[in-house]
């Protein structure tokens, strides 16, 4: 494809850039936004754009102060957690799926489809009353519980359908050693479906630890708060430094925006992966 | 750069299988009396499934039958009331919010289908600086409600935002965004097309990757021009995805809350309501959860029709294409 050499080609991608550069501009702007506000020292220059009087100290000074570093323990368990379950029951039932053909299975299929389209506000009524009469207010399982459930369908099938792709001849040779199930599922499916585990662990890494909703309703005591609920956490207590409100959500931001910059790559391919699929 | 995205899909569309039955069945086949073995792998997610969706789907849509306030243990039994109340113009506010989740839909599906295409489009190919901007792009997709709520609310802010500013630095008269009814809903719009437009961008540029290059090159021989082959070539490829992301952009239309309910909680004056905002604003600001488990079994009723009518869509697209 010579098309860089053809003129025609090179004014095309000069009305690119064109079009692009604005674009990605205001694409950047809340985040910069954000940052900015972060490194100023006074309320009055939070939108300043002199390049002078840049300081770390509200990121600093809100470190120390406040309970953020509790809070981030706090979003990693949850997010963990669920990923790990999430990958494990999730490929166990994909394997199961794909590797036996059983009476019931369009059923099981049917059934985590719903949990796709599912909002999670249509069913917050119950999941709060669950989670009130099983006595699981401010106790990880509360958020580990339903963000495993509201990630499964997802997991389940995008599992099931890697393991379908895997050639029959496969599991033929696995027989033919007398291996068992489990151990074909473990030695040799759930490693050939790297890229489907890559995938979910993105979905539902995001999933997790982005959550509000459900963290806000169900850790309340000070103590169990995911990072999300930091702005509201701290907003009073910062209620007249409006850097130190900024220095906390970039706090809260620059975690996942450099794990994302850092592995940008394995987060197109996995999420492009899971799409075609 | 996207080659391993390529290789990958190339790969998928060798080999669709999916939705094929599994051959060799003989273990399953043998033992047809007792339950399959492929139950015991199933049945640990179903378990936490069963628990933590399907329970609550179903209570519900049977605490929408009840009158309770979530703090006494006393539930009446009312019937169909609350469906009366909300379908029979006794709740105002409950039209308001169909008729912005609607609104939500028609709006924010087709501007990040448009802009997730158009991006895609201008990506596709040997563009300098093409992985930045494909990164700048798609990085709002990763960020979390609370962040994305925050420095928007900052943009506008009706006293000093940047779109207020900019808006004064131009010669215009400050805008209140989020404070009037009038534009609250069209600024919310706007932060919804931000965040996910990337993630279509990036699901289209996939789809682009499969369309055979020789296609272009024989469109360009013939003497089409650059927006014809986009017309002729680009967008009946994709298609596909297209059904796909319509389906992702309706569920997640109907899954929006978290952005809106930090920014506005719904007002000014229920202007940005949407359907998920009043189910939570019944059940634990107004303490009705009777109320808002009806409210609730609505928008389940609502998000299964658009469910059925677009995986129809789908299946006849795929047909079509063919």
């Known amino acids: ?277 | 750069m996207t080659s391993s995205v390529g290789l990958d899909t190339r790969a998928k569309e060798r080999k669709p299988v999916v939705g094929t039955p599994t051959t060799g069945t003989t273990p399953a086949r043998r033992r047809r009396r007792r339950p399959s073995p492929g139950w015991l792998y199933v049945a640990p997610a179903l378990a936490v499934f069963a628990v933590f969706v399907a329970y609550p789907i179903v209570a519900t849509i049977r605490s929408s039958f009840y009158d309770y306030d979530g703090i006494s243990p006393i539930r009446d039994w009312v019937g169909l009331d609350n469906y009366r109340e909300m379908l029979g113009g006794l709740d105002p506010y409950f039209w308001k919010a169909v008729t912005n989740t609607l609104l939500w839909t028609v709006v924010t599906v087709p501007a990040q289908l448009l802009i997730g295409l158009g991006l895609a489009v201008l990506l596709d190919g040997a563009l300098r600086g093409k992985v930045v901007y494909r990164t700048v792009f798609f990085m709002p997709a990763v960020l979390s409600s609370a962040v994305i709520a925050f420095a928007w609310g900052w943009i506008f802010n009706p006293d000093e935002g940047v779109a207020t500013r900019v808006i004064r630095a131009t010669g215009g008269s400050g805008q209140a965004w989020l404070a009037e009814p009038g534009t609250a809903i069209w600024a919310a719009f706007g932060v919804s097309a931000w965040r996910y437009s990337g993630l279509f961008m990036l699901f289209y540029l996939a789809a682009m990757q499969m369309i055979p290059r020789d296609l272009y090159e024989s469109a360009r021989i013939d003497g089409a021009s650059w927006w014809q082959r986009v017309r002729r070539i680009t967008v009946p490829q994709v298609r596909p995805m297209t059904v796909l992301l319509t389906l992702f952009g309706v569920i997640g239309a109907f899954r929006e809350f978290e952005v809106v309910y930090i920014l506005t909680r719904g007002g000014p004056a229920h202007a940005t309501d949407l359907l998920s905002i009043q189910i939570y604003d019944q059940a634990f600001d107004l303490s009705r959860p009777g109320y808002a488990a009806a409210i609730a079994t609505a928008l389940l009723v609502l998000t299964a029709i658009c469910a059925v009518v677009l995986l129809r869509l789908i299946s006849w697209a795929n047909r079509s294409v063919e």
């Open chain 1, 1 to 277: 494809m010579n098309r860089t050499t053809s003129r025609v080609a090179a004014d095309r991608l000069a009305w690119s850039h064109l079009a692009l550069l604005p674009l990605a501009v205001l694409w950047l702007l809340p985040i910069v936004l954000l940052l900015n506000g972060a490194v100023r020292t006074s309320t009055a220059d939070i939108f300043s754009v002199s390049p002078s009087g840049l300081t770390l100290e509200n990121l600093i000074a809100v470190w120390r102060e406040t309970d953020l570093l509790r809070m981030f323990v706090n979003s990693t368990i949850v997010t963990v957690a669920s990923v790990i379950a999430v990958v494990v029951l999730g490929s166990l039932a994909g394997f199961g799926l794909a590797y036996y053909r059983f009476r019931g299975s369009g059923i099981v299929l049917l059934v985590l489809l719903s949990g796709i389209m599912l909002a999670p506000a249509a069913i917050i009524v119950p999941l709060y009353e669950l989670i009130l009469d099983l006595g699981m207010l401010n106790t990880y399982p509360a958020l580990v519980g339903p963000y495993t459930a509201l990630g499964m369908a997802a997991s389940v099938l995008l599992y099931r359908n890697a393991f379908l792709a895997l050639p029959n001849e496969l599991r033929e040779a696995a027989s033919l050693d007398g291996a068992g199930s489990f151990r074909i599922y473990l030695r040799m499916y759930l490693p050939l479906a790297r890229t489907a585990t890559v995938t979910i662990a993105i979905l539902q890494g995001l999933a997790a630890w982005n959550d509000y909703i459900l963290a806000l309703l169900f850790m309340t005591d000070g103590k169990h708060e995911t990072v999300q609920l930091a702005f509201i956490a701290f907003q009073g207590q910062y209620f007249s430094s409006l850097p130190k409100q900024f220095a906390v959500m970039a706090i809260v931001m620059l975690p996942v925006l450099i794990i994302f910059l850092v592995a940008q790559r394995a987060f197109v391919s996995g999420l492009s992966a899971g799409a075609v699929k």
